[in-house]
């Protein structure tokens, strides 16, 4: 167990609706990444928070959006859904926003019909 | 910002085998770290290897910096090593994003 916990684990929604994930990173880890894993794409950087600061954002596209909150849990906001976002979702926390291991949590599997 | 690449893209062991998995980057780096995703998809961090060797039980892990690539060494693999392994660095070397770049993976499968 990484320490890392993601809600929910799976699920189905259509296209158009709106979805959030959860990420709780490991105590003590101040930073959080979003990653999404499609068999096309592989493993994507999507947006990293450190201590509520936004640190660095990857290729998220702009129904998407994240916010880092006080007590350093994380959310992923996918709106206006497609086909194509169906995808493994992954958060994943370390330390310190630079040179630190990254563990990653269970992720969320989105299936978008 | 860098490139990461792994080879081989696939392998496949017999039970009680060794293996050495690579992974070339384009760009001096500061921070490189090895993850197995298991075949239920979970992602675990194996090692965090700017330079030098780690060992932890079966795996070892070298990187040289300096010529640009780590590689993964498994020894007396077993069914559970199966999964795919990633290796990540980060985008810019000294940079000010601590976000990791994903090699494409090494799918492993270790057969009885």
């Known amino acids: 167990d990484s320490g890392v916990t993601q809600t929910p684990k799976h699920l189905i929604t259509a296209t158009g609706q709106r979805v959030t994930l959860r990420c709780s990173p490991r105590s003590g880890d101040l930073s959080v990444y979003w990653y999404q894993q499609s068999l096309d794409q592989g493993l994507q950087f999507l947006i990293q928070?450190?201590?509520?600061?936004?640190?660095a954002k990857g290729n998220i596209l702009e129904r998407f959006s994240a916010q880092q909150f006080p007590d350093l849990h994380s959310e992923l906001n996918l709106s206006s859904l497609e086909l194509g976002d169906s995808a493994l979702y992954f958060c994943a926390s370390s330390v310190q926003w630079l040179g630190s291991p990254l563990h990653f949590g269970n992720g969320t599997r989105l299936t978008v019909t | 910002g860098i490139q990461v690449e792994q080879s081989p893209p696939d392998l496949i062991l017999q039970e009680g085998a060794n293996s050495t998995l690579r992974c070339n980057f384009s760009d001096s780096v500061n921070n490189l770290q090895w993850f197995h995703q298991n075949p239920w998809g979970q992602l675990i961090n194996l090692f965090y290897i700017p330079s030098g060797t780690k060992q932890n039980g079966r795996l070892s892990a070298t990187t040289v910096a300096t010529e640009r690539y780590s590689l993964l060494y498994i020894s007396s693999s077993q069914t559970t090593d199966s999964g795919v392994y990633f290796c990540a660095a980060p985008l810019n070397y000294g940079g000010s994003q601590g976000n990791l770049i994903f090699g494409k993976g090494t799918k492993l499968s270790v057969k009885p």
């Open positions: 928070y450190y201590n509520g600061e936004e640190r």
